[in-house]
């Protein structure tokens, strides 16, 4: 077995889901023992056999993935309850495994994913969806990069035929829920965590948190970073529409278009909300000069 | 030997590594630490807290980058997104130079995020002493690479663990960042006497050491970083410094992470090794005592 072959046949094993009761399995997907898998490359000494070496690594490396993300989601955890919640971050895992050196990543595709798997909560799927959109959101907003906003004279030289470019920290939502409220509740209870080298020895639950009740109502958020702390801003829908169309590349003009076509306002309230909206996104440094490449 | 080419020719003494829980405290009473170490990837962020955090730490602190997914003894090619954004974070930090695992963890673009043992074969020392040396090219830094704890060895190996390191350190001309917890942990688990790893290490090439305390299960011990060091591991510790010379120290705690002042205390418990006790009696050789002075500055 050369170096590659081992590292292959290794991060394979390590990388197979565990027993719902966090063993490693007596046989693969296709019949073969792990046993004689384990035999064929790792040395036993006197007290561990190669099988219980290998689930060593095999254990460590779930519960370190899984700990991850649960830290990202800690609100989806309270929607769904844990022993759901695992289940479900163990399916994400197993189609989504890291492709990062980072950790930071590993829940980048969780909103997504979640969107074609309403089996772990079919009655409340879409509230957990909207859950974690925003939490994923507050990921990105929480380190993504902050440019130098427009100053004053910038924004005297735009027009309809402008670009103009939005933090990358800034995360904007069209949410189903207000799950704001819920998911502040969870996350003023977890603390923020680092990645480590040590090595992991048990899955560590977050405390249950009383969650506020939630109704159907249709919100937008402007999920931002002001001076390191992140901040989840409701924002009126028209609003969110020009920022959304700002973001997807359009120009001024265009986005003030997608933002009240249909609009039963009248002029002036368009002026006045097109004012309003770009008072408070200045204030906020949410513009800012094109991202360098 | 303290001050030497793989850690910048620095005189670093006692660190402890920067944790968030203790952020507060070291602001509000900026307590004296001579260093601290961070994990470099905790930083490697576009923006927000940490950055701000770190270049605060930075006005007062000197900082060594210690990484954990660099994998050295990994197959697959370095990414380049990963040193790019390690690069960038030196030039922050001015680390003196920086430390990653002799270890593997990914393979065909999957990562395992976790520190997986080599087998310590030559066809492994080729492509990790390779992989070390554009590494240290890339970042224009001493690299020093850190044994890892392990639970498992392989068939395939041709040599023992310090056999290996030796190996690869020379092959890649780079420093080490001995563990001596590591060393004692893996000498339980498999077997062997942790004198032998500490006595057959190349001294000149020591950067950095690390210290840490680790969890003793029934049949093996796990480097969970969540203890005060163990007296085998100061044994280790001492016997290290005796052959290397007094060498930056940084004790490892990251998990059930204890007060500031707790920790601080725990790894100032290595100074007593690193000040030798020559020094309090006259010596002969003003050489040899200038030059401790020198490293305890
Ligand atoms: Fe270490």
């Given at each position: 077995m050369n170096l590659l072959e081992l590292q292959r046949r290794m991060a394979e094993d390590v990388m197979r889901p565990l027993t719902p009761d966090f063993q490693m399995q007596l046989a693969t997907s296709n019949g073969r023992s792990t046993h004689e898998l384990a035999s064929s490359y790792i040395k036993p000494n006197d007290r561990l056999s190669s099988f219980d070496r290998l689930e060593i690594y095999?254990?460590?490396y779930w519960f370190r993935v899984i700990g991850a993300v649960s830290e990202d989601f800690p609100a989806v955890g309270a929607v769904l309850g844990a022993k759901k919640f695992d289940s479900m971050v163990l399916a994400y895992l197993r189609e989504n495994p890291s492709?990062?050196?980072?950790?930071?990543?590993?829940?980048?595709?969780?909103?997504?994913?979640?969107?074609?798997?309403?089996?772990?909560?079919?009655?409340?799927?879409?509230?957990?969806?909207?859950?974690?959109?925003?939490?994923?959101?507050?990921?990105?907003a929480f380190d993504g990069a902050d440019l130098a906003p427009l100053t004053a004279a910038d924004f005297g030289d735009l027009g309809a035929a402008s670009p103009l470019f939005l933090q990358p920290h800034l995360q904007l939502l069209d949410l189903r829920y207000p799950v704001d409220e819920l998911v502040l509740a969870v996350h003023r209870q977890t603390a923020p965590s680092d990645i480590m080298s040590n090595a992991v020895t048990e899955r560590k639950q977050a405390k249950r948190t009383r969650l506020p009740a939630m109704r159907r109502s249709q919100i937008h958020l402007a999920v931002h970073r002001y001076e390191n702390s992140v901040y989840y801003r409701r924002i009126d829908p028209e609003a969110?529409?020009?920022?959304?169309?700002?973001q997807s590349g359009n120009?001024?003009?265009?986005?003030?278009?997608?933002?009240?076509?249909?609009?039963?306002?009248?002029?002036?309230?368009?002026?006045?909300?097109?004012?309003e909206c770009f008072a408070h996104a200045a204030e906020l440094g949410w513009f800012c000069k094109p991202h360098e490449i | 030997m303290p001050a030497n080419r793989f850690n910048g020719f620095s005189d670093y003494g006692v660190g402890i590594g920067l944790r968030v829980p203790h952020?507060?405290?070291?602001?509000?009473?900026?307590?004296?630490?001579?260093?601290?170490?961070?994990?470099?990837e905790n930083y490697m962020v576009d923006g927000g807290r940490a950055l701000k955090v770190l270049d605060q730490i930075l006005e007062r602190y000197r900082v060594v980058q210690h990484g954990v997914?660099?994998?050295?003894?990994?197959?697959?090619?370095?990414?380049?997104?990963?040193?790019?954004?390690?690069?960038?974070?030196?030039?922050?930090?001015?680390?003196?130079?920086?430390?990653?695992?002799?270890?593997?963890?990914?393979?065909?673009?999957?990562?395992?995020?976790?520190?997986?043992?080599?087998?310590?074969?030559?066809?492994?020392?080729?492509?990790?002493a390779a992989r070390i040396r554009e590494v240290q090219d890339f970042l224009e830094i001493p690299i020093a690479v850190e044994n890892v704890s392990s639970y498992a060895e392989f068939h395939e190996s041709q040599m023992t663990e310090w056999e290996f390191l030796n190996e690869v350190v020379e092959a890649a001309d780079c420093g080490i960042l001995l563990d001596v917890n590591n060393i004692y942990v893996s000498s339980q688990n498999h077997g062997f006497n942790p004198f032998d790893y500490v006595n057959s290490v190349p001294a000149e090439r020591v950067a950095q050491i690390h210290i840490a305390g680790h969890s003793k299960f029934e049949k093996y011990i796990l480097d969970t970083h969540d203890h005060p060091v163990l007296d085998s591991v100061w044994h280790l510790y001492a016997r290290a410094i005796e052959r290397v010379g007094p060498t930056a120290t940084l004790l490892e705690w990251d998990d059930n992470i204890p007060s500031?002042?707790?920790?601080?205390?725990?790894?100032?418990?290595?100074?007593?090794?690193?000040?030798?006790?020559?020094?309090?009696?006259?010596?002969?050789?003003?050489v040899q005592e200038s030059a401790r002075e020198v490293v305890h500055s």
């Open positions: 095999n254990r460590q492709t990062s050196f980072t950790l930071r990543n590993l829940g980048s595709k969780l909103p997504k994913w979640l969107e074609s798997h309403p089996e772990f909560s079919p009655r409340r799927h879409a509230l957990l969806l909207d859950v974690a959109r925003l939490e994923w959101a507050y990921v990105e969110y529409r020009l920022l959304f169309a700002l120009l001024l003009g265009q986005a003030l278009e997608a933002a009240f076509s249909g609009s039963s306002l009248s002029a002036e309230e368009q002026a006045a909300k097109i004012q | 952020y507060d405290h070291i602001f509000a009473e900026k307590p004296v630490v001579d260093w601290f170490e961070i994990i470099s997914s660099m994998y050295f003894g990994s197959t697959q090619p370095a990414d380049r997104e990963h040193l790019k954004r390690l690069k960038t974070l030196t030039r922050r930090t001015k680390t003196p130079w920086l430390s990653d695992h002799l270890c593997w963890g990914s393979v065909d673009g999957r990562y395992t995020h976790d520190l997986l043992p080599m087998p310590y074969t030559f066809e492994a020392v080729k492509a990790t500031f002042d707790e920790v601080h205390s725990e790894a100032l418990k290595a100074t007593q090794y690193l000040t030798p006790t020559e020094v309090l009696i006259p010596s002969n050789s003003a």
